[in-house]
């Protein structure tokens, strides 16, 4: 059975901005990577949006979802900052003992 760890990337923030409106305050290009623990510093609210997606990456092949190529682009709630979703494959995992990031 599959199970990818999954990166989550602020791909873009509307209005331009450099971070999003809401208290996490999200970056554009902040990286979070998801496997058995959930990422240290992700805003929740988006995280809860995201969840579904990263489920169906992290334990599939290809799902109904991966449309324009092999990642999942979706909007938190507010609308503010668009999450590009994509599975970490065996040649692109941290290398040297890295771990992803942990609560």
């Given at each position: 059975m599959?199970?990818?760890?999954?990166?989550?990337?602020?791909?873009?923030?509307?209005g331009?901005?450099?971070?999003?409106k809401?208290?996490?305050?999200?970056?554009?290009?902040?990286?979070?990577?998801?496997?058995?623990?959930?990422?240290?510093?992700i805003?929740?609210r988006?995280l809860?949006?995201?969840?579904?997606y990263?489920?169906?990456?992290?334990?599939?092949e290809?799902?109904?979802?991966e449309?324009?190529?092999?990642?999942?682009?979706?909007?938190?709630?507010?609308g503010?900052?668009?999450f590009?979703?994509?599975?970490?494959?065996?040649?692109?995992?941290?290398k040297?003992?890295?771990?992803?990031?942990?609560?």
């Amino acid at each position: 059975m599959a199970d990818y760890p999954v990166r989550i990337e602020a791909i873009s923030i509307n209005g331009g901005k450099g971070a999003c409106k809401g208290r996490a305050r999200t970056r554009l290009g902040e990286e979070h990577l998801l496997h058995i623990h959930t990422p240290a510093g992700i805003c929740a609210r988006a995280l809860h949006t995201l969840y579904p997606y990263i489920m169906a990456l992290r334990f599939s092949e290809k799902t109904f979802f991966e449309r324009k190529g092999p990642f999942i682009e979706i909007y938190c709630p507010d609308g503010d900052v668009l999450f590009r979703l994509s599975r970490v494959r065996e040649e692109s995992k941290p290398k040297g003992g890295e771990k992803p990031d942990a609560v």
